[in-house]
Structures are given as C-alpha cells and as structure tokens.
C-alpha cells in the first residue's frame, strides 16, 4: 500500500531521514514516536506524496513517488486521509460544509453523499455542533472534525500528525476509540505521537507496531515503551 525503502530526506544541506524503510500493509495499525523535531511530521509526508525523498523510493499503491504527477498524487491522497497536527478549517463555513469540502473539491454529489455526511458526523459524536462555525469549536471538537474530513472519502489509509496533542486525556482516549474502530474496519492507521501513555493504553485493545524516530534513522521501539 504505502512503501519506504532505504528513503532519505535532507533539506538545507543537513540529513532530517536516512535510510528509513517502512511498509504500511492494508489493515495495519502503527505508531510513530520520537521528540520533537526528531522527523515525525516529515516522515508522514513522505507516506502521503507531500514530499519527494532525496534518497531512496516512496511507493504509494505500487507508483513510484518520483514519477507520479499532479493527477496521480491527487489520485493516492483520495486514498489516504491526513489528519494534521494543526488542523486548518475554513471560517465562515459550519462544521458539516468543512467536513464535506473533500467530497465538492472531487465532484463528488454532496446530496446523494448527505446520508453518509450524517452518519459520519454522528460517528464523531458532532451531531449538535453540526452547524457550529470552526471558532466555536472546542479543541477535542475540532480534532474529531478534522478525522471526520479525513475519513469522509472513505480512504484506505489513515495518517495522523499528534491529534491528541491539544486535548485532554478523555478526549484524547475517545480519538483513539475512534482510529482503532476504523482500524477494525480494514483501515491501515499510521498515529505520529509523543505520549507513550496512550500508546500504552490503546496497545490493550489494538495490536500495533510501534516505531521511533532516534539519530535520523527507524527503528522498532523495545518492550520498554
């Protein structure tokens, strides 16, 4: 599905990735740890086509990233949901209208898709706040608006840049209940987080690989997580 082999990432003449080689199969759930500035967010744009390595080879659905063009990159993102660490909504539309925008941008009919809209922001447990405008939104509202949008192409992939890092540990715990539900329905999940006390708490329900970023380089992360 989404293929790193040997990848390297270098900008403004220091090395951020090196020799990173990761594979995302269909239905796998994975985490990526490691402090601040350590790669986290570079390495899932790699994993969504955001950026072209330096090194190495990036396949997304087969397709070498190099030689994928503009149509073939908004081809795979339809495929793959993000979910962005400061996730960007647009004002003066209410949640339900930012939750759909990925279904007009693609030409997609949002009056036949207006069922699954519903189900979807039910789902999320926004059904109240549906015509709320974003800057009324609570932080744990908005990051469960942002999986909404995330996920409302029905993507086969999931990537997250810290969706908890803003939240508490209720709602973060009820973000998680959400990834790994779309886990169990054949969703791969890739979650890029700092707190290894939720990783610990959602590896009790969920059987996940858990990766850290340390020195540039991927590695699987011991038993003393």
């Not at 659905?61 to 149509?71: A, H, K, L, T, V």
Request: proline share 4%.
């Amino acid at each position: 599905m989404i293929e790193l082999e040997g990848v390297g990432y270098s900008y403004g003449g220091g090395e951020l990735l090196g020799d990173v080689s990761l594979s995302l199969a269909p239905g796998s759930f994975h985490f990526l740890t490691g402090p601040s500035g350590a790669g986290k967010t570079t390495l899932l744009k790699l994993c969504y086509g955001a950026l072209v390595p330096t090194a190495g080879q990036v396949r997304l659905f087969g397709q070498d990233r190099r030689e994928m063009g503009r149509d073939d990159i908004a081809m795979a993102r339809r495929r793959i949901g993000v979910v962005h660490q400061d996730c960007q909504f647009l004002d003066h539309l209410d949640v339900a209208e930012n939750i759909a925008l990925p279904l007009a941008v693609s030409g997609r009919d949002l009056l036949a898709e207006e069922a699954n809209l519903r189900e979807l922001i039910g789902w999320v447990g926004l059904r109240a706040r549906a015509q709320a405008r974003p800057p009324e939104l609570s932080g744990g509202e908005r990051q469960r608006a942002a999986l909404a949008r995330a996920v409302i192409m029905s993507p086969d992939a999931v990537l997250a840049d810290e969706p908890t890092g803003n939240i508490d540990w209720e709602m973060s715990e009820r973000l998680m209940r959400l990834l790994i539900e779309l886990n169990r329905m054949g969703k791969t999940i890739l979650i890029a987080t700092h707190d290894l006390a939720l990783i610990r708490a959602a590896k009790t329900h969920v059987q996940a690989r858990v990766l850290r970023i340390a020195g540039r380089r991927l590695q699987l992360a011991g038993a003393d997580l």
